[in-house]
């Protein structure tokens, strides 16, 4: 995890959102997901790790170190992340494929790090598996435009350095291992499904920014490129995975992070596994 505290406003990120639906949750949204004092968002900021059995695979590359972001907790970071990711047991040569659900700041922050003045790759023997869609998008930003310093800094010296992979819609490496298409966000936002030994999960980056719009999918955040759409995409896939098996892992849900969808009364909600 690189952090994780209260981090945005909820009318700001969520401008539909309205305080009575997170007072009527706050059985499951306090005190992980939710600050009630302060009325924010708490945000966490991690990678998934996946090891099959043939690759170590990277979901997500947070904010990084050393980049001009005019944000707090973002701007010009010095955090451990890699020292706390060797810990883990994974060093960077270690790592085969690098996902990013999507290529905003914030999920492609340490695909680069800063050697001699030059962004150079991370993961220097990782393929980055960036979206067709979503790289058509941002390929086309112009400097001051929102995501252009992401992606001068941490998407372009990976497409420079050959180490990027565009992926479609269908994209697997294997049974285990599959892009989800989940436009909205961006154009080519994708979700990562897991299947192993019969369990599931799905990694759903930031189709699903606080775990209240499992109770409101209706609710897109201010940072979806088409809120509509997000929207749509967000309702279907909580439909989907209502009282399934399958496990839950939202890019900036924090505490546990991990749980299920669940049917509750006429809605859903988020039900955490502790552990
Ligand atoms: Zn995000």
Sequence with gaps: ??????????????????????????????????????????????????????????VDTCVGNHKERPLE???????????????????????????????????????????????????????????????????????????????????????????????????QFDDAVRVEPTPGHTPGHYAVHLSSKGREGVLSGDLIHSPVQINRPDWSSKFCNDPDRSRETRIEFVDRYADTDVMLFAAHFGGPTAGHIRADGDACKFQVVEG
């Design 1 to 58: 995890m690189e952090f994780e505290t209260p981090f945005i406003g909820r009318q700001y990120a969520l401008p539909e959102s309205t305080r009575e639906v997170f007072d009527a949750h706050r059985d499951w949204l306090a005190p992980h997901f939710f600050d009630y004092s302060a009325d924010l968002l708490i945000f966490s900021f991690h990678t998934f790790i996946l090891k099959t059995p043939h690759h170590t695979i990277l």
């Design 73 to 171: 907790h973002w701007h010009m970071r010095d955090g451990p992340y890699l020292e706390d990711m060797r810990a883990a047991g994974v060093a960077p040569e270690s790592v085969d494929y690098v996902m990013c659900t999507h290529l905003h700041a914030d999920h492609t922050g340490w695909n680069t790090r800063l050697r001699d003045g030059r962004w150079v790759p991370t993961f220097p023997n990782a393929k980055y598996l960036f979206s067709k869609d979503d790289w058509n998008f941002f390929q086309d930003l112009k400097e001051g435009d929102p995501g252009y310093a992401a992606l001068r800094d941490s998407v372009l010296p990976i497409m420079e350095a050959g180490q990027a992979q565009l992926v479609d819609k269908d994209f």
